[in-house]
């Protein structure tokens, strides 16, 4: 059974920083894709960014590409947000998620918060 835990959230001021966790597990997730997702209130899901995990290619949402950096690592199972010049635009509900051909497994979510 497919497990993943996000952690690392919570309330910064525009301008900071922070790197949220999700730990993998159940299963080996070779050629899987690594993503991580947000919805803010009253909005859909968008997709943020993703990482293949053997290949270790990735690829960001135009809103975060320069602030942000998907990283994984293989030993810990665990994929990295790390979130840069963090903007009040950027408060939601982070999801990681993971698949082959599409994301069947998805996190429970944690809470990000940028004060202006």
């Known amino acids: 059974q497919v497990q993943l835990v996000e952690s690392g959230g919570g309330l910064v001021q525009a301008g900071g920083s922070l790197r949220l966790s999700c730990r993998a597990s159940?299963?080996?997730?070779?050629?899987?894709?690594m993503g991580w997702f947000r919805q803010a209130p009253g909005k859909e899901r968008d997709f943020v960014a993703a990482?293949?995990?053997?290949?270790?290619?990735?690829r960001y949402a135009d809103s975060v590409k320069g602030r942000f950096t998907i990283s994984r690592d293989n030993v810990k199972n665990t994929v990295y947000l790390q979130m840069n010049s963090l903007k009040p635009e950027d408060t939601a509900v982070y999801y990681c998620?993971?698949?082959?051909?599409?994301?069947?497994?998805w996190g429970q979510g944690t809470q990000v918060t940028i004060s202006s």
């Open positions: 159940g299963r080996t997730f070779g050629g899987y894709s």
């Open positions: 998620a993971s698949g082959y051909s599409s994301y069947a497994y």
């Open positions: 990482i293949n995990w053997s290949s270790g290619g990735t």
